[in-house]
């Protein structure tokens, strides 16, 4: 997948608030999805709509612990977040550079 593609999932994947919510809650620890559910306080089926799209996007993935295949636990992924980071500072780097000259010009006045 092309780099801007991912960028594009992940972000439309973070637009939405409940999703936003997950990701902090599996920042703190791997989580089951009935966990993610009653925290979030979403139904299970509505859980399981988030989780499929940030599965989708490679900020989630899921796991079975060895003594129950049947669990789903949820951990987050660092590269989607580290593609995120980076387009930010090299954002942040251009609009920099732009104030920089834009007072630059100011100031020659």
């Known amino acids: ?39 979030a306080g979403l139904t299970p089926p509505a859980m399981s709509r988030h989780l499929k799209t940030l599965r989708r996007s490679g900020l989630v993935e899921e796991s079975h612990p060895e003594f129950d295949a049947r669990v789903r636990v949820y951990h987050l992924r660092a590269e989607p977040m580290m593609d995120l980071l980076r387009w930010l500072e090299q954002t942040e780097r251009m609009w920099s550079a732009q104030l920089a000259a834009f007072k630059a010009h100011l100031e020659q006045d």
């Open 1 to 39: 997948m092309v780099a801007a593609a991912r960028l594009d999932q992940t972000l439309a994947a973070l637009a939405d608030p409940h999703r936003r919510q997950v990701v902090e809650l599996l920042r703190e620890r791997p989580r089951r999805a009935g966990e993610l559910a009653e925290a």
